[in-house]
């Protein structure tokens, strides 16, 4: 008991060497090896504790649900190298240009289809940086408002399903991911919703911060512009379908699902006639570097999860946290607080494997709804994209905006999406059924 207080240095420590900049699985681990050393030397844990190591690296190499984050991966990266979200977008571009405000709602309409198609916020953000960032632009549009619609609507992905985010809340929390898929979809449809009015008001209120394209640009009219729209965006939406709707109609589980999903991106690469090695070797070049990363994050964290228990880490929160006055309402308070800030430092898969492990239990004392609590948490969780400095969405917009947008637009156009995303994410605190509706219709 008298070294109880080992555990929350020890997490205190981690999030040191996070904010130095360390890579995230080598700080979890280093920290892990370190405090492990400690606990061993003043005689708190027998030293074979640490042989539990391997076999719970090897439960995470054999657990199937985790297999849909690389299917999802490669699905989203076919989409990108193959030039179909590029189509799609401009697309809906031609469809809603003749409205002020309509290239922005374009971009929010694709993101919200390329989210319900892959799930994966770097391939969204930067095809939309690069195809329309240039268009706005060249035809008036507000540069903080430009760039604030792209990131945000790029992070759509984190919240309509398949999301990768879900699928890691869904191993961590111990629950279905396909009913966190089903619960995520009215919130995620909601924050769509949230950015498109947002849009509408603000070409409303400012018609010089978002006009209509002029006639002479929307070069497609009557039979051609059917046939493109029906060529274009029937197959990406038949893929939505064929995923989703597996999931949902429980014909298939994600993972399935996600190498379905797969299989159904390289079948439209070849139709479009995009698909080579060269395209492929990419997509899956781009898939093993995020999946090895998450991986390794993965590792390190249950190194660092098994020393904090061992020091008596998870009980010392759990008395701290559970036992706060006003019961769930100050614990939602707390955590929601915890993961909104540290989503200003460190992204969702960090934050995911570090905080959940710690807070889950203490949620399902205190009799919360774990499949409403995880849809709020990839709610919170989607800010992180967006929140300044490190917000991720913020650099893959940075790395292909043209040089006359500046870092510190971006930043300020990120800034009224982020207060919508914490309006719906009160708005599903507040109402539980806006999640959990679907899953007891399904049911």
């Known amino acids: 008991m008298g070294y109880d207080w080992l555990g929350p240095v020890m997490f205190g420590g981690a999030l040191i060497l996070l904010s130095l900049g360390y890579p995230v699985a ?3 681990g280093g920290v892990a090896i370190i405090f492990g050393c400690i606990g061993v030397a003043l005689d708190i844990f027998n030293p074979m504790l640490m042989a539990a190591m391997p076999q719970r690296i090897f439960a995470i190499m054999s657990n199937y649900t985790l297999l849909a984050i690389p299917y999802f991966i490669f699905l989203g990266a076919m989409l990108e190298k193959t030039g179909i979200a590029e189509r799609l977008l401009e697309t809906m571009g031609i469809l809603f240009g003749r409205l002020r405000g309509g290239l922005a709602l374009a971009v929010i309409v694709v993101g919200a289809l390329l989210a319900a198609s892959t799930g994966v916020v770097a391939a969204t953000v930067v095809a939309m940086g690069l195809i329309s960032l240039p268009i706005m ?3 008036g549009y ?9 990131v945000a609507s790029g992070t759509l992905g984190q919240i309509i399903p398949p999301s990768v985010v879900l699928v890691v809340l869904g191993d961590q929390l111990g629950i279905s991911v396909g009913d966190l898929f ?6 995620g449809l909601l924050m769509a919703t949230a950015f498109a009015l947002h849009v509408v008001i603000v070409a409303f209120l400012r018609p010089d911060f978002a006009p209509a394209l002029p006639a002479e640009v929307r070069n497609l009219t ?3 512009l059917f046939r493109r729209v029906v060529t274009v965006m029937l197959p990406p939406l038949g893929l939505i379908l064929l995923v989703l709707g597996s999931i949902f109609f429980g014909l298939a589980t994600p993972t399935e699902a996600g190498a379905v999903g797969s299989l159904g991106a390289i079948i439209l690469a070849g139709l479009n006639r995009q698909l080579s090695w060269s395209t492929l070797r990419t997509a899956c070049d781009a898939t093993l570097r995020i999946s090895s990363m998450v991986i390794f994050i993965l590792i390190g964290s249950t190194a660092f999860s098994l020393v904090f228990r061992a020091l008596h880490g998870d009980r010392f929160m759990f008395d701290l946290l559970a ?3 006003g019961g ?4 939602l308070l707390v955590n929601m607080l915890t993961v909104f800030i540290l ?7 960090e934050i995911a494997f570090i905080i959940i492990p710690i807070f889950a239990p203490i949620a399902q004392a205190l009799g919360l709804d774990l499949l409403w609590y995880g849809v709020i948490l990839g709610a919170n969780l989607q800010t992180s994209f967006l929140t300044p400095p490190f917000g991720f969405a913020l650099f893959y917009l940075r790395g292909v905006a043209p040089p006359e947008v500046k870092t510190a637009e971006i930043y300020r156009g990120a800034i009224p999406f982020i207060t919508l995303q914490l309006i719906v994410l009160l708005l599903i605190i507040l109402f539980p059924p806006l999640v959990t509706f679907l899953p007891n219709l399904n049911t």
């Open 26 to 28: 080598f700080s979890l």
């Open 182 to 187: 089903i619960g995520s979809m009215i919130p």
């Open 328 to 331: 769930q309402w100050t614990f």
């Open 343 to 349: 989503g200003f430092f460190i992204d969702f898969f």
């Open 137 to 139: 632009l060249r035809y």
């Open 323 to 325: 036992n706060l006055p």
């Open 222 to 224: 009557g039979i051609v």
């Open 142 to 150: 507000n540069k903080e408002l430009a760039t604030g619609v792209i």
